[in-house]
Structure formats: structure tokens, C-alpha cells
């Protein structure tokens, strides 16, 4: 059979590497090939938040706060840390970045206050969790980290009050809870964790309410919602989930007011949009639902407005940004749409102002960013993109502490 011009690397569906990325690239083609994920149907098929978005979170501060970005990256253990120009967008390294993460971080997260951030190790089977210094932005390990997990943990998302941690462990096809310490961000497992999920969780999103979440199955090709307990964070699977996406959905993320889901399907491409009924969960997908993206769609995320919706297509290097119908929640890609970015783009992070996405290049080892037109939502390159990180760049956090 000839070999597919596209390879799987946790939550991208990207294009094979030149010789030198390969190589870089090998061991963690190797570790994942020996997961018990059928993450090969992607590889195969044709054709990839943050609630809380997995990978990709931005908090809202004064502001007079100073602002900080963290990039996981995969092959080289560790988190870049930058200092971002609140005016231009532009990223500055800061003092003793990069920080030691353990093997393989797919993703990060940071808390709302500011104070924590998670990452999440897909080699080492755990969670490292860092103190931020509001002052620099500089990370220390908590006491305690790194914290297990179970195999091969995707993303860590956050509940929007910052005492529930879920952990999409792939391998394990189940989702891990923990309660977190505000005080010192140690993690401690909830009774009944873990819970089981579909074929291959990847990514879990949660409602503003913190009464659902979310969880985006890529092998399973559907999405499993569950009820949170407001007492101890058990989750329960609502009545008929799990619920149907398209093929290898990578990525679950919500609009702010938590009353629509998006789902990128990178199998072939697209975005299914699903209403939520706010109390029961349950999802239905609306009028005109998928809408297509671009090759890959990895990832896909909602400014704070909820207003537009822009996916990373990591299997031809471009960016799909749609206006979202306030009524109805279907898409419709802006002018101009869309836009080139780097070397296999899987994920987008937009700040907390909606003026600015940033852009994880897998395979260019940078962030591309880009300035959001307010009226348009065309995308121009900001002065200085992209930003150098560390080698295949897997997920980016924005705080503002």
C-alpha cells in the first residue's frame, strides 16, 4: 500500500516531515504507535480549546497585568514561556525559558487566576504542574508534581472556577478528575476517577456553568457528554451519549456563552456545530451542520466574543476563519479565507482582547500571529511572526496574571 502524505502526532493530522523533522519527529511516532488508539485512521482516511479549552486558554485581567504565553513542546520536554506586548501581540522569551515539563507534553492550560499551569505529558504518563510568578512569568514545580495520570494523557482542561482538573487520557480511552488546591495546585484524584470515555479521547471542553463537559473521541468518531457533580466532580454520562461527529474528531470547544459546541473533524476536514440544551446536555447538530474547513482540521476556536470561529487545517498549512450566525450557530468563512500560516498549524489560540490569534506550527518549531480585523476577521500577520519555540510546538496558553 503507498504510504499516505499525512502522519498522526497526538492531536494533528500533518503532512510528513522533511528529513530532519522526521527524525526529530520519530520518537514520538514510535511511542504513539504503540498506544492502544486507532489514531492510524487518520493517517489513513483521508482527510484537527478552552468551557475551557484544552490547550489554548485566555484569562481576562486588569489592564495594567502583564501577560504571558507558554508553548508545550513535544519533542523537547519542556515549556517556552514568553512575555506578550499587550499592545502589539508580539512574543518575548523570558527569563530561564524554556522549563522542564517530563516526556512528550501534548498540551498546557493555565488556571483563570493566573497562578497555575498544567501540562500535560503524553510519554511519562503524568501531569506537570507549575506555580507562575505574576511578576515574570517564570514557572517552579508545585510540590508534588508531576502527577499521574493515566496512559498517554492528551489535554488537561480546567472547570471555569479553577478546582477541577480533566485529563483526556488517550490510551486508557477514560477521562481522569481531580480536584485542585488553589492554594499550592496539587492535584488529588476524585472518587470514582477515572471515568470511562469513548474510542480515544483527545480533548474535553467545559460549559461556563461547570455543569457538563465535553470530550471529543477521535478514534471513536463522536463525542461523550457527561454531567458534573457539583460536589465531588463525578462525572455521569447523559442520557444518548455518545453522540455522532464525523470522522477523527480531534478537538471539542465551546462559544462563551456555552449554547453551541464545535467539534473539528480532521478526517475530512470540517466542523460539525451541535446546539447544547442547557439542561440536559444533550447535542443536536444544526441547519447545515458540518461545515467544511480545511485538510486536517485539528483544532478549532471561538474568540470571547463568539463571534468567530478559526481552525487550524494542519494538512494544507491554512487557517478557516467563519463569522458565526448569532441565531443559528452555522458558519460562513470571512473574505479572504483561507489564510496561509506555517509548517503544519494545529492549534489556535485567540487572546482574551479577540484582536490577536497565535498559532502553534508543528513542524515549523514556531507560533505564527496574526492581527483579527474587527469588522472583517481577516488575518494579517503581525510585525515579527513567527516567534521561534522549541522543536514540534504542540499547544499554547495565554495568561494574563
Known amino acids: 500500500m503507498k504510504m499516505s502524505e499525512f502522519m498522526t502526532i497526538g492531536t494533528h493530522r500533518v503532512k510528513r516531515a522533511s528529513a530532519v523533522s522526521r527524525e526529530r519527529a520519530a520518537g514520538a511516532v514510535r511511542l504513539l504507535a504503540a498506544t492502544s488508539i486507532a489514531f492510524a485512521l487518520a493517517a489513513c482516511g483521508g482527510e484537527d480549546s478552552a ?3 484544552t490547550a489554548t486558554t485566555s484569562t481576562v485581567p486588569p489592564a495594567s497585568a502583564k501577560q504571558f504565553a507558554y508553548v508545550a513542546n513535544f519533542n523537547d520536554d519542556d515549556l517556552s514561556a514568553y512575555s506578550v506586548d499587550a499592545t502589539t501581540g508580539a512574543l518575548t522569551p523570558i527569563s530561564g525559558s524554556p522549563f522542564a515539563t517530563q516526556t512528550y507534553p501534548e498540551a ?23 506555580s507562575i510568578d505574576a511578576a515574570t512569568g517564570a514557572l517552579t514545580p508545585v510540590s508534588g508534581s508531576p502527577f499521574a495520570a493515566g496512559l498517554n494523557p492528551k489535554t488537561v482542561t480546567l472547570n471555569p472556577a479553577g478546582t477541577l482538573a480533566f485529563v483526556a487520557n488517550g490510551g486508557d480511552d477514560n477521562i481522569a478528575v481531580y480536584h485542585i488546591d488553589t492554594t499550592t495546585g496539587a492535584l488529588t484524584p476524585v472518587s470514582g476517577s477515572p471515568f470511562a470515555a469513548g474510542n480515544g479521547p483527545n480533548s474535553v471542553a467545559v460549559n461556563p456553568a461547570g455543569t457538563f463537559a465535553f470530550v471529543a473521541n477521535v478514534s471513536g468518531s463522536n463525542v461523550s ?13 447523559v442520557s444518548g451519549s455518545p453522540f455522532s461527529a464525523e470522522g477523527n474528531p480531534y478537538t471539542v470547544t465551546l462559544n462563551p456563552t456555552g449554547t453551541l459546541a464545535f467539534v473539528a473533524n480532521g478526517g475530512p476536514g470540517n466542523i460539525s456545530v451541535y446546539s447544547i440544551n442547557a439542561s440536559t446536555g444533550v447535542l443536536t447538530q444544526v441547519s447545515g451542520s458540518p461545515f467544511a474547513a480545511g485538510a486536517g482540521a485539528s483544532w478549532v476556536s471561538i474568540n470571547s466574543a463568539g463571534t468567530l470561529a478559526i481552525t487550524a487545517n494542519s494538512g494544507d498549512d491554512t487557517l478557516s476563519v467563519f463569522s458565526i450566525d448569532a441565531t443559528t450557530g452555522a458558519l460562513t468563512q470571512v473574505s479572504g479565507s483561507p489564510f496561509t500560516a506555517g509548517d503544519a498549524p494545529g492549534t489556535v489560540t485567540i487572546n482574551a482582547a479577540g484582536n490577536v490569534a497565535y498559532v502553534t506550527n508543528f513542524y515549523g518549531s514556531n507560533v505564527s ?27 499554547m496558553a495565554i495568561v494574563q496574571p
Open 369 to 395: 500571529a496574526f492581527g483579527i480585523d474587527a469588522t472583517t476577521g481577516a488575518l494579517t500577520p503581525i510585525s515579527g511572526s513567527p516567534f521561534a519555540t522549541g522543536v514540534l510546538p504542540n499547544s
Open 108 to 130: 498546557v492550560t493555565v488556571n483563570a487566576a493566573g497562578t497555575f499551569a498544567f501540562a500535560a505529558n503524553d510519554g511519562s504518563n503524568n501531569i506537570s504542574v507549575f
Open 51 to 53: 468551557g475551557t479549552q
Open 225 to 237: 457528554v457527561f454531567s458534573i457533580d457539583s460536589t465531588t466532580g463525578a462525572l455521569t454520562e
